[in-house]
């Protein structure tokens, strides 16, 4: 019976094939592709189509676009002020950088200036930067040229400054405190008011 079976499937499984039945002599049921007098041609049901899976759709990979190095290239970039390892004597802590390019600064660039590695201010097109409130001690200094992808350009070595803020006493020792300005200076504060005499 499972002989039979597997030649069904055999046979079903050719679509050119035709099956035909007959009993023979014996009595028995014989199925065959070949035509014999008497035999009935069988109607096979189709054999079920097999559908292949979809393929997957492609994704799309994006290259990210290699930055190149800018077509136009500065000759020089420094800090013309202060000079390299200056001493600066500021009261109030405050510092004047300035910076020169050749050529002068080209479309869509910007300076940057670092103050010991971090950036000091927002990066323009004005080659003067104004710092505020700088702690006395030795700091550095370098400055960039970047693009508007923040690309660095070009940037300065690092240079040495000296920041000398005048301190409370030594502001007193210039210019004493009157009695009516303890309370209004920072250095005359007015637990260092003096008595009044009777």
């Known amino acids: 019976m499972r002989t039979l079976l597997m030649l069904l499937a055999l046979l079903a499984g050719s679509t050119q094939a035709a099956v035909y039945t007959y009993v023979d002599a014996n009595g028995n049921r014989v199925y065959t592709d070949q035509p014999h007098k008497g035999a009935q041609r069988l109607q096979m049901p189709a054999a079920p189509s097999v559908n292949p899976a979809p393929a997957a759709p492609q994704r799309s990979v994006t290259i990210p676009a290699v930055k190149r190095p800018p077509a136009v290239r500065y000759q020089m970039l420094r800090i013309l002020l202060p000079l390299p390892d200056t001493a600066v004597r500021e009261e109030n802590g405050e510092l004047i950088v300035t910076v020169t390019s050749e050529p002068a600064l080209q479309e869509g660039h910007r300076y940057r200036l670092l103050l010991d590695g971090n950036v000091a201010q927002e990066p ?47 502001k007193r020792r210039v210019h004493p405190c009157k009695r009516a300005e303890y309370g209004v200076r920072p250095e005359c504060p007015l637990k260092d008011k003096p008595e009044d005499d009777d």
């Open 124 to 170: 323009g097109r004005s080659p003067v930067f104004a710092l505020k409130n700088v702690d006395r001690g030795t700091h550095t200094l370098a400055a960039e040229i970047i693009d508007y992808d923040d690309y660095v350009i070009e940037r300065t070595p690092a240079q040495p400054v000296h920041l000398q803020r005048i301190s409370l006493i030594q």
